[in-house]
């Protein structure tokens, strides 16, 4: 069964270590899903996540605007992230390995995410919903961003580790 994204109850966000003492962490704003939920067999169903780059938020303007440029995200050549599932793997209740391919300045790399799976619930208008808490991390380097700046006493502004954290609350669509 296909089912789309509810935008009001879910969020794409990362964090990345800053200056090595602490993490700086953003969103994305814009984000779809659409997947293919095999209810009789969570393992079979299939998703992809599209991301408009452009959309990035960290809360500050000038952050925001350097890591669209091509020192990052590159979203003039590369306006669009994706997260494409190529299975999924039970790890008993609602605990699943995700595997998927993320495309990212328009490089791919297999990463996994951790998830919990939660539903299928009926909302109080009859629709059918599932819930998806995921976690994972990257290299960002792995994808081509590579910009860093060297720090006065040695260390590195931006870390190379960036974790992502996706809650993602999907809703039947109808037949």
Do not use: C
């Amino acid at each position: 069964m296909t089912y789309t994204l509810d935008t009001a109850h879910s969020s794409f966000d990362f964090s990345v270590r800053h200056m090595v003492i602490s993490s700086t962490k953003g969103r994305f704003a814009k984000f779809d899903v659409t997947a293919e939920i095999d209810e009789a067999n969570l393992a079979n169903s299939s998703a992809t996540i599209t991301i408009d780059a452009n959309s990035v938020d960290t809360r500050e303007e000038a952050r925001d605007n350097h890591l669209r440029s091509a020192d990052f995200f590159d979203v003039a050549n590369h306006p669009q992230i994706t997260y494409t599932t190529r299975r999924l793997e039970s790890r008993g209740a609602n605990d699943y390995r995700i595997i998927g391919d993320l495309k990212l300045r328009g490089t791919s790399h297999e990463v996994p995410l951790e998830a919990e799976v939660t539903g299928p619930v009926k909302d109080p208008y009859g629709n059918t919903r599932y819930g998806i808490s995921a976690q994972g991390k990257i290299n960002r380097k792995d994808f081509g961003l590579n910009w860093n700046s060297v720090m006065e006493a040695g260390g590195l502004l931006v870390g190379d580790e960036v974790k992502l954290s996706a809650e993602i609350e999907l809703v039947k669509k109808p037949e």
